[in-house]
């Protein structure tokens, strides 16, 4: 199972607990351990990970006003921002950058994806093909170099490197010059020899190693033997969009202390961020910006006291309290989707707060009769132009509310025929109802 799910799925599990005790928490840890070590986390820095969280969460030093729940889901992400390292900055200053790394790893298009990285940041930026061994190099980093309008340099069929940096570096006026070098199948001594020779020609400020996601841990070993050859001064990760193994890569190359600079996500020239852990969690927890919404969480805790989901039968008022709570917090935190039911249709998603504002102007004007048997609003004639007229709004938006209350009912029976997720579902809610924030705070998904 890939990281981001992995650890999603044991958040929803931990989350839809009806009651968070020690022991959920335990198992909770135990599904992390799982989780991180399939996706070659080292295990070492998994188990002093979640012996933290164990501490942090059922220690003596319990954070205050934050229920257990909370404070698992702050400490999961707290630990995994810590085990994957620092934010990069990148530097604005004009300089020289070499990329090296075994073949395929994706130096090549990280050159293109650095020149249109800084060009985008009002640095101009060239390109120079140092990889004499393959034959389509040249041709390759010309194209990009075209596409990303970065002037480009080499010498096609040339096999002296130092001919070709001799030649055009001293012609270059760029603000940042990136240099493409030969990979090997492994790391050898020919390597080494060929990337000191470029290192003396260029002198570059930043020798940057490219590896894939794909290596997993092994990133750490690789690193290594680069740095002690040529003196690294970080690496980038690759193919982070197509392996589950990245968590591992980034794990692995923090606890060998080299720091990740950049992570790429896809063939394009634009698929390249600096790294930064707290985005990389939010992503794998599902959350964009984790901070905001632990903040979001308490506010909406405080402000409103959402009534409890009568699941046997969707009123009009939790199905009111679910839009609003989805539009807060995102399509995962209502108990919809904790269930799984991530599809929420779109269209209730993107419900504007000025709409909202007019549903809760109709559903005041109902009778709590109308509310808990909303089918009896377009049974019986007048009752829709009453609450029309008693919310100031056309009739028409009190229809266009009951469609999409109707859509979710609709959802919702679907998903009760379900027997396995019912039985979920009353667990989670339990006979005397759970608190809906509650549930709500401790979203989930996945
Ligand atoms: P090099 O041999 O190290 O120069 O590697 P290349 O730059 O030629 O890349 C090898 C392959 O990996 C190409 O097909 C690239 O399109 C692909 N690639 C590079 N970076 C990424 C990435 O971040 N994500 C994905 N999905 N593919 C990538
Ligand atoms: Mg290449």
Redesign the pocket.
Same mark, same amino acid.
């Not at 790394?101 to 990280?110: A, D, E, F, P």
């Given at each position: 199972m890939d990281l981001g799910k992995g650890l999603r799925t044991a958040m929803a599990k931990l989350t839809g607990a009806k009651l968070v005790d020690e022991a959920a928490v335990k198992e909770f840890l135990r599904d992390v351990q799982r989780v991180l070590i399939a996706n070659d986390v080292p295990v070492k820095l998994v188990f002093e990970l979640s012996k933290r969280i164990e501490k942090s969460v059922l220690g003596e030093e319990q954070a205050k006003g934050l229920s257990l729940r909370e404070q698992v889901v702050r400490s999961i992400y707290d630990e995994l921002v810590a085990l994957l390292g620092e934010k990069y900055e990148p530097d604005l200053k004009p300089r020289r950058i070499l990329l090296l !790394? @075994?073949? &395929?790893? &994706?130096? *090549? *298009? *990280?050159c293109g994806k650095l020149a249109q990285f800084y060009k985008k940041r009002g640095l101009s930026a060239a390109l120079v093909c140092a990889d004499t061994d393959r034959p389509a190099a040249y041709q390759?980093l010309q194209q990009l170099g075209a596409k990303c309008g970065a002037p480009f340099h080499g010498i096609e069929n040339e096999k002296d490197v130092k001919k070709i940096l001799q030649k055009h570096l001293p012609l270059i006026k760029e603000d940042i010059i990136i240099v #493409?070098s030969a !990979?090997r199948s492994g790391f050898d001594e020919e390597l080494v020899k060929q990337l000191k020779t470029i290192v003396d020609e260029v002198q570059p400020q930043e020798k940057i190693l490219?590896m894939s996601a794909d290596i997993g841990q092994t990133a750490a070993r690789q690193a290594t033997e680069f740095h002690q050859a040529v003196g690294l001064t970080g690496v980038i990760i *690759?193919? @982070? #969009? &197509?392996s589950g193994k990245g968590g591992g890569a980034l794990a692995a190359c923090h606890a060998a202390k080299v720091p990740v600079l950049f992570i !790429? @996500? !896809?063939?394009k020239l634009e698929?390249l961020q600096a790294f930064d852990s707290k985005k990389f969690v939010g992503r794998l927890l599902g959350f964009p910006d984790f901070e905001a919404l632990m903040e979001k969480i308490k506010e909406v805790g405080e402000q409103e006291k959402l009534q409890e989901t009568e699941m046997d039968k969707l009123t009009l008022g939790a199905f009111y309290s679910q839009l609003k709570a989805a539009r807060k917090m995102g399509p995962l935190s209502s108990v919809f989707g904790m269930m799984g039911m991530q599809d929420m249709p779109a269209d209730m998603m993107k419900t504007s707060e000025d709409k909202l504002k007019r549903y809760e102007a109709i559903i005041s004007s109902m009778t709590k009769y109308e509310r808990d048997n909303a089918e009896c609003l377009r049974k019986q004639k007048g009752r829709i132009e009453r609450v029309a007229k008693g919310a100031g709004v056309k009739p028409e938006e009190v229809r266009e509310l009951l469609t999409q209350f109707e859509k979710m009912a609709n959802l919702v029976n679907g998903f009760k025929k379900n027997r396995g997720l019912r039985k979920k579902l009353e667990k989670m809610l339990g006979k005397s109802g759970m608190d809906m924030n509650k549930l709500q705070g401790m979203m989930g998904g996945g």
């Open positions: !790394g @075994l073949y &395929g790893s &994706g130096k *090549t *298009t *990280t390759q #493409d !990979g490219v *690759t193919k @982070l #969009d &197509g !790429g @996500l !896809g063939e698929d």
